[in-house]
Nanobody, 123 residues
Framework: QVQLVESGGGLVQAGDSLRLSCLASLRTFSRYAMGWFRQAPGKEREFVATISGSGGETYYADSVKGRFTISRDNAKNTVFLQMNSLKPEDTAVYYC????????????????WGQGTQVTVSS
């Protein structure tokens, strides 16, 4: 059974940084594009960032570009989301997801999802 387990969330102040991790129990982890999505209270889940299986391609939502960095360690089956200069509007549950296809921002193409980790940014 495939599991994606996020960690690293927490309560921080505006301007602080957090690093999220997602450990995936995928035998062929490097074949999967990995994505981060988030859902704020009362809002729909939205795309944050994605990375190709090799790590050579990355894409970001405009709202996080320049502040967030997605990366992966295929030897450890882990994808990361480094979040800098956090803002209160970044408050959300953050989910990682795995897609056997190319990296993209469409939730419906992702095959596996984690349970999410809460990130709260106070002003």
């Amino acid at each position: 059974q495939v599991q994606l387990v996020e960690s690293g969330g927490g309560l921080v102040q505006a301007g602080d940084s957090l690093r999220l991790s997602c450990l995936a129990s995928l035998r062929t982890f490097s074949r999967y594009a990995m994505g981060w999505f988030r859902q704020a209270p009362g809002k729909e889940r939205e795309f944050v960032a994605t990375i190709s299986g090799s790590g050579g391609e990355t894409y970001y939502a405009d709202s996080v570009k320049g502040r967030f960095t997605i990366s992966r360690d295929n030897a450890k089956n882990t994808v990361f989301l480094q979040m800098n200069s956090l803002k209160p509007e970044d408050t959300a549950v953050y989910y990682c997801a795995a897609d056997l296809g190319p990296p993209n921002n469409m939730q419906r193409t992702y095959d596996y999802w984690g349970q999410g980790t809460q990130v709260t940014v106070s002003s």
